[in-house]
């Protein structure tokens, strides 16, 4: 099993900036890829980045050039870096594992609010 927690979420203003964190336990080893998604209010979920296990990156075209995605195995942490906020980027942002193995499956955090208003 794999254990994810989200933090760093909240209120800013537009053009400001967040970091999210999500700190993974359990069968780390397992762990293929981590993401971020988010679902804005009567929204559907949606991809905002990906990182997988050989750093390669993926991200969603509404946020390409002001989200960056990152991870510190050492600390078992993924970051979701996000400037010049915008408030369409307002949503509850959830972490994503997705794994392999015998825990293998597709992971989720609780999510964490970040509002962008003036």
């Known amino acids: 099993q794999v254990q994810l927690v989200e933090s760093g979420g909240g209120a800013v203003q537009p053009g400001g900036s967040l970091r999210l964190s999500c700190a993974a336990s359990?069968?780390?080893?397992?762990?293929?890829?981590m993401g971020w998604y988010r679902q804005g209010p009567s929204k559907q979920r949606e991809l905002v980045a990906i990182?997988?296990?050989?750093?390669?990156?993926t991200y969603a075209g509404s946020v390409k050039g002001r989200f960056t995605i990152s991870r510190d195995n050492a600390k078992n942490t993924m970051y979701l870096q996000m400037n010049s906020l915008k408030p369409e980027d307002t949503a509850v942002y959830y972490c994503?594992?997705?794994?392999?193995?015998?825990?293998?499956?597709?992971?989720w955090g609780q999510g964490t609010q970040v509002t962008v208003s003036s």
């Open positions: 994503n594992a997705q794994a392999v193995g015998p825990f293998r499956g597709n992971y």
């Open positions: 359990g069968s780390i080893s397992s762990i293929v890829a």
């Open positions: 990182i997988t296990d050989s750093d390669t990156t």
